[in-house]
């Protein structure tokens, strides 16, 4: 089965996260950029599937020259290969132009299974899995926690507040992934060394018959427009208790809107 695995680079959310003030971008190349957490589920479950049915994995991302980090941390976990969009032109891209590169990528590659994270960390709109559906005419499988391989037919089962929802669909499909699907492996030492020698693909938009003047902020869907930074944190409110305590602290959060 060949499968792909959908990788992004982002801020380390750990980290206080900025946005560049020449045009209102994510700060990238100041900050901590580490893989997005919810894509190492993505690459776990790719990888377990591929060591029950066989097959290959293969690591898409779009990014700059410096994502090569997060593809050779999913190389090193034991993906076998990988392509790496970078194109000056796609700064500042909305998530659907960053949909149509990514469906032009894959339209290039050999695949059954495309598995990504539910969302990343640094947009959080939890839409790319569907857009790539649509875009592509393949079904989506959302929210897994569970999936699992019989052939060609892919079986999800979906966390609800009640329970959970069973999915089915023939491949090729996409299926998005929370982290309650699986624990993800550490890379080895030995798989540290053996990324160094996997392929990498480099593409511009020219190789993927992407017109350039289609991406990049000034034709994005939605852009921000103006920013501030936190508030500094105001003086507390003390609340001194002479047996009226709990009714003074109510009060105050009632003044507040907190309750």
């Known amino acids: ?79 076998d290969k990988a392509v790496h969009v970078s194109d000056t032109a796609i700064h500042g891209s909305c998530a659907v ?22 969302e990343s960390t640094d947009g959080r709109v939890s839409v790319m899995p569907a857009l790539l559906s649509e875009r592509l005419g393949i079904p989506h499988l959302s929210g897994a926690r569970k999936l699992t391989v019989e052939g060609s037919t892919l079986k999800v089962e979906r966390q609800t507040d009640g329970g959970f929802w069973a999915l089915e669909a023939q491949t090729p499909a996409i299926v998005s992934t929370w982290d309650t699907i699986n624990e993800p492996r550490y890379p080895s030492f030995k798989g540290i060394m053996a990324a160094k020698k996997k392929p990498v693909e480099t593409k511009s938009l020219a190789d993927l018959g992407v017109d350039a003047g289609s991406v990049g902020l000034a034709t994005a869907t939605s852009q921000v427009l103006d920013f501030a ?31």
């Open 1 to 79: 089965m060949n499968i792909v695995v959908l990788v992004k680079q982002v801020p380390d959310s750990g980290t206080e996260r900025q946005l560049d003030s020449s045009d209102n971008t994510v700060a990238r190349a100041s900050a901590d950029n580490v893989i997005n957490e919810m894509d190492e589920y993505a690459i776990e479950e790719a990888l377990t599937v591929k060591e029950s049915q066989g097959g290959e994995v293969t690591v898409l991302t779009v990014g700059p020259d410096g994502a090569t980090d997060a593809i050779r941390k999913a190389l090193s976990m034991g993906a």
């Open 97 to 118: 132009q960053t949909s149509a590169v990514i469906a032009a990528a894959l339209s290039q590659l050999e695949y059954d299974l495309v598995i990504c994270g539910a």
């Open 229 to 259: 930074g936190r508030p500094p944190k105001g003086e507390g409110v003390k609340v001194t208790d002479e047996g009226d305590g709990a009714e003074k602290l109510v009060g105050y959060l009632a003044e507040q809107k907190l309750v």
